[in-house]
């Protein structure tokens, strides 16, 4: 029973001191900001890491995702609602929901993995001490321009994923589903809600964060040389992916609620 309870009161700590320095980390971003435009460059940089290098697998998850949607979505209706409504069901799932949170939980393996490994092994390798060494802010220099891409360029592949998605579904509903085209995208256009899209693009910002936030604390805090990077790494793809689960619900609730 000992053992127990103090098993529960470590993990209890444990999870206080995590929630605690993404608090701090967060603080010491928003203290930076202003010197954003003092290195612009370190901004691109991460945008193109972030957002460029990252397009082709959007693009082949986001194929994939429209046509699953619309085919399973097709198989549902069939004998209970007219096909004339699949482009309405299709195009609100994925600019809603399936974009955003898609893309978000892909780029948490590939973005937040290599944000911890890279800041991860800067840790261990004691780089990061030999810029606090040199009084250069780590969190400016490294946290700042990450974060800041992240919730920039995550949006930005979220609404292609809901283009190419749509796309993706089309293709597979007029050749497979066989309705028209015009049936198809007549529905889309009819039930298309500036308010639907701002809600998923909101939470594709709100993602960025998370991935980019939790891939710099996992690096920060790495030790243990490489088997502390690799599990900086794991966690940092957890953490962010059940993150954005949590928050996708949350804001969900938010900003659609019944009645």
Do not use: H
């Amino acid at each position: 029973m000992f053992t127990l309870l103090a098993a529960c009161g470590k993990m209890t700590l444990d999870f206080l001191e995590y929630v605690g320095g993404l608090f701090v980390m967060g603080w010491r971003i928003i203290c930076a900001l202003p010197s954003i435009f003092v290195s612009p460059r370190l901004t691109i940089d991460q945008m193109l890491q972030i957002g460029v290098n990252s397009f082709p697998l959007i693009l082949l998850v986001s194929v994939f995702t429209g046509s699953v949607a619309a085919w399973q979505t097709a198989y549902q209706m069939v004998d209970f609602v007219p096909m004339r409504f699949l482009g309405v069901t299709v195009g609100k799932a994925v600019t809603i929901e399936l974009a955003p949170v898609l893309t978000a939980l892909v780029l948490a393996g590939r973005v937040g993995a290599s944000i911890a490994a890279e800041l991860g092994t800067m840790r261990v390798t004691e780089q990061i001490d030999a810029l606090e060494a040199m009084a250069i802010d780590p969190v400016r220099y490294l946290v700042l321009p990450r974060v800041v891409a992240g919730i920039i360029m995550i949006p930005i592949l979220s609404l292609f994923a809901t283009v190419i998605a749509i796309l993706g579904a089309l293709v597979v509903s007029v050749s497979v589903v066989n309705i028209s085209s015009e049936m198809f995208l007549n529905g889309v256009k009819r039930y298309f809600y500036i308010s639907d899209l701002v809600a998923g693009q909101t939470k594709a910002a709100m993602f960025g964060l998370i991935i980019s936030l939790i891939g710099c604390y996992q690096g920060f805090i790495t030790s243990g040389g490489a088997e502390g990077v690799g599990k900086s790494t794991t966690r940092a793809v957890v953490v962010s992916a059940v993150l954005i689960l949590i928050a996708d619900f949350l804001i969900a609730t938010l900003m659609f609620r019944m009645g």
